[in-house]
């Protein structure tokens, strides 16, 4: 069980070296590659291109014919999906205790993790360019 200090905010760095302290690292890499891959994403989209001409058209012509933004998309999308599951991860860890509840919720996790990666991937490669119509 994990002892809570008060004085600390977040979760303590974990002591033996292995899994653990890899995705601990990894949660904290991500974080910060959420944060500056989403502000990107919103200042060019808010800031550099006029939200009021942005519409399907838009997307497919301008930003979704461009491998640059596609691979932008997939990055960010990759990403809050790495981060997401395995922040629930964490908290199936800290929280459910028996033995074949743990497996049973984090098998159910893991394949939902890859379904929509597939399906985030599938979206991104398959979407058709306008000269390709």
Known sequence: MVQINPTTAGRSRPQAN??????WYLMRVTGVALFVLALAHFSIMHFVFDPSKQDATWIADQRWNS?????????????????????????LLD????VRSRLLSLSFLYLLGAALFVMGTAVVLTLPTPGAM
């Open 67 to 91: 491998l640059f933004w596609r691979s932008f998309d997939w990055l960010l999308l990759m990403t809050v999906l790495f981060h997401s599951f395995m922040g629930v991860r964490t908290v």
């Open 18 to 23: 292995g899994f653990e302290l890899f995705v």
């Open 95 to 98: 929280y459910v205790h028996g």
